[in-house]
């Protein structure tokens, strides 16, 4: 973004019209973004009958890690079914979830189900707030592009099945964090979206159901001196990009 310190990339798409706009490719850290591709795994193993929703499964103190999601303050023990993590995962970000959920997948079959999806450069590497990890150089990847590509996918019903996408759907409708990509669309707007963040790094991406179309949106940074700004310069990009597909709408 002109005259914003630190790194944006952004890509968009209209899935009726095919229409593609790209602003500085990057392969840059994930943050909660790579919990779409955990989703995506996921349900592929659901429809597949290799994970069953219902079961119910106690979570152990390793996997209990702060960051976000109530999961946080439970106890050792807690039972929850894999149907409610990973609801957890993406409404809340809870992040013991996500390591729950990781752990029953394996990141291999992870990143292989990103690969079939032809997003090469996404990987997840290691669990959420191993920053040990991460600083030995064990981080989590992904573009702009490519969340927008899997994003456009589920709007088809094309990722894992029509239901199953639909379902998923669902669930990121529901997130919790609205101040990024929704913060500044009209009300009229509806937006299943998943964000993610940490230290100088903002992202949001959904499926942005407007008035007149839809489209698909995914904004990720890095470096950013203030996060604050950063999420304002995410919102103000996707009320622009909205207003955008608003006005010039093929005939």
């Not at 955990?38 to 079961?55: C, K, T, Y």
């Not at 023990?77 to 957890?88: H, I, N, P, Y």
């Not at 604050?228 to 005939?251: C, K, M, Q």
Request: aromatic share 6%; hydrophobic share 45%; proline share 5%.
């Amino acid at each position: 973004m002109a005259g914003e310190p630190g790194i944006y990339s952004a890509a968009a798409i209209e899935p009726a019209s095919g229409r593609r706009w790209l602003l500085n490719p990057q392969v840059l850290r994930s943050a909660s973004l790579i919990k779409i591709f955990i989703l995506a795994e996921a349900f592929r193993r659901i429809v597949r009958g290799e994970l069953d929703p219902e079961e119910a499964v106690a979570i152990p103190a390793a996997e209990i890690v702060g960051g976000a999601g109530a999961l946080e303050f439970a106890a050792p023990g807690t039972v929850r079914t894999w149907r409610q993590l990973l609801e957890a995962m993406i409404v809340e970000s809870d992040n013991t979830a996500t390591n729950m959920v990781i752990g029953r997948l394996g990141m291999a079959s992870v990143n292989a189900m990103a690969a079939a999806l032809g997003c090469t450069a996404t990987a997840l590497n290691r669990k959420m707030m191993d920053f040990a990890a991460a600083a030995a150089g064990q981080e989590n990847y992904t573009t702009p592009a490519e969340v927008a590509a899997v994003l456009a996918k589920l709007y088809r019903g094309e990722c894992v099945s029509p239901a199953a996408d639909a379902a998923m759907v669902a669930i990121l409708h529901r997130q919790e964090d609205r101040c990024k990509l929704p913060l500044l669309l009209p009300a009229a707007a509806r937006v299943a979206c998943k964000s993610g963040e940490l230290e100088g790094a903002e992202h949001d991406a959904g499926i942005v159901y407007g008035e007149r179309c839809d489209y698909v949106l995914a904004v990720m940074s890095d470096n950013l001196p203030d996060e604050e700004r950063g999420r304002g310069v995410i919102a103000r990009l996707s009320r622009t990009v909205y207003d955008w597909f608003h006005n010039n709408i093929p005939e």
